[in-house]
């Protein structure tokens, strides 16, 4: 009888996610061993204080402080980078690829900042670097977008992809809670990162939707290019407003190529969606990614975006494709930037510019209570060419304005550019009646 071979696993990082891998690896071990036709052994974990107490039975004698010491490790095929940020992370990364490791990471924040790096250090060494769970917890999108969609061009992949803004905005929506409350709700459930900006501001979904971006067009768009907003100055009060004009407020990721133009556009931020949408019915710490497909239409991925379980699963996939790797199969390889064929046309793709980026906005006004307000505010959108949709006035009872005398404007445009929206804000800001920066939120307008 032939033997079967063993695969030895390294894991970088023994918290919420490594810790939920090591659990599901040993809970599904037979069936996995079966699966793959091969025997897995974890064989060292790095972390970085050994005498604390986990949630997951491990061997102490497998345990080091020393990242390195898996890494280089020749015994090790796999390694899985769990430990999170960009600096050790990359650091032991690309040593792994450099030893000839395959390598599996969970880590968006280092892809989308290294990327480029990271797939050009694969190809050197002949490896490959895996990172299902860096997008969407659970959700085997980048599967889907690599593989079964392959066939495909990308005009939109629109979604919500931080599982933390998610569960917030939900339940704010439905116990009227404080925000900090709820954080620290989904800080105890292991949703969010450990800097709770990355979730809170909108970086964690922009670096998902730059992996999205990579893998749909070949090209990284830098943080920088990308318009960025996050779900801290979001009320209740603005879900009520949105409520009754029929949409959810949702953080969402929008990654949107325009083939005529050549144009590419990443934006994260909170938006209205229709509450007859999909997407208007994501809730808790639950994702979505709708990816429309120049021949296969839309296709729509839903699961936990967060959380242990559902990124050990994603986690555990790749894993399973590390393995196929190992053992020699050939999988589908992924290509650096200077490589990438062409995604729109004949042209390389550009970053749209905001002038091309066109939305219909909410806009909040916190102003005075007087004569002639609405008509000053109205003044600086018509300046703007921006044509009003809908206006509210409710006297502010909600803590948004200066107390006594105040009100609270709620307006809706028509569809305008960003850089109009934006030097209307500007002007709105320099009115006297105004008493506060403008609160401002996209209405998202699907198609399909
Ligand atoms: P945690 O903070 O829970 O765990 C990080 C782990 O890394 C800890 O075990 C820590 O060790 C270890 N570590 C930190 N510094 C070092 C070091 N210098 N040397 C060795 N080990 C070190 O993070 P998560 O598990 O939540 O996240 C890990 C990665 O997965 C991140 O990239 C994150 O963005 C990503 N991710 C997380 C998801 C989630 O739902 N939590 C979902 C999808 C992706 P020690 O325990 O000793 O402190
Ligand atoms: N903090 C992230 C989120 C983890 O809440 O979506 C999953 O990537």
Same mark, same amino acid.
């Given at each position: ?119 050009? =250090? ?51 929506? =439905? ?30 979904? =922009? ?242």
């Amino acid at each position: 009888m032939a033997t079967i071979p063993t695969v030895n696993i390294g894991i970088l990082g023994l918290g919420v996610v490594g810790q939920g891998v090591l659990k599901h690896l040993n809970r599904n071990r037979k069936l996995l061993e079966s699966r793959l036709g091969v025997k897995l052994k974890v064989t060292k974990i790095a972390v970085r204080d050994k005498s604390l107490k986990r949630e997951v039975k491990v061997n102490p004698k497998i345990l080091t402080e020393d990242g390195f010491e898996v890494v280089n490790d020749p015994g090790i095929q796999v390694v899985c980078e769990l430990i999170g940020g960009t600096t050790l992370a990359k650091k032991l990364t690309l040593q792994a690829l450099k030893n000839g490791k395959t390598v599996v990471t969970a880590n968006k924040a280092l892809l989308c900042e290294h990327g480029n790096q990271i797939v050009r =250090a694969a190809k050197k060494s002949n490896g490959h670097i895996f990172f299902e769970a860096s997008v969407a917890g659970g959700i085997p999108i980048i599967k889907s977008i690599r593989e079964g969609l392959v066939a495909n061009r990308f005009p939109r992949i629109s979604g919500i992809l931080n599982g933390t803004c998610n569960y917030i905005l939900t339940r704010m929506q =439905a116990e009227d809670k404080p925000f900090e409350e709820i954080l620290k709700e989904a800080k105890a459930l292991g949703y969010a990162e450990a800097e709770e900006s990355l979730d809170v501001d909108g970086i964690d979904a =922009a670096h998902k939707a730059g992996i999205l971006a990579y893998l749909a067009h070949g090209k990284w768009i830098s943080m920088k290019e990308m318009l960025i907003d996050g779900i801290r100055k979001v009320t209740t009060r603005d879900m009520a407003v949105a409520d009754a004009m029929g949409y959810r407020i949702k953080h969402i990721a929008s990654v949107e190529c325009d083939a005529k133009k050549n144009s590419l556009f990443v934006g994260v931020y909170p938006a209205l969606i229709p509450k007859t949408h999909i997407l208007g019915r994501v809730d808790d710490v639950y994702n979505a990614v709708c990816v429309s497909g120049d021949v296969v239409g839309t296709t729509v991925h839903i699961g936990r975006g967060a959380g242990q379980d559902a990124t050990a699963s994603a986690v555990i996939g790749d894993i399973a494709d590390a393995v196929f790797s190992v053992q020699g199969a050939e999988l589908m390889n992924l290509i650096d930037e200077e490589n990438y064929p062409l995604a729109a046309s004949s042209k390389e793709l550009r970053v749209a510019k905001l002038d091309e980026v066109i939305s219909s906005f909410y806009l909040r006004i916190s102003v005075v209570d007087q004569p002639g307000v609405l008509s000053q505010v109205t003044a600086v959108m018509a300046k703007e060419k921006i044509s009003i949709a809908r206006i509210v006035q409710d006297l502010d009872n909600n803590g948004t304005g200066k107390g006594r005398g105040s009100a609270v404007l709620t307006l809706t445009t028509h569809r305008c550019s960003e850089s109009a929206i934006a030097k209307a804000i500007s002007g709105l800001k320099r009115l006297r009646p105004v008493l506060s920066q403008p609160f401002l939120l996209r209405i998202a307008d699907f198609n399909d």
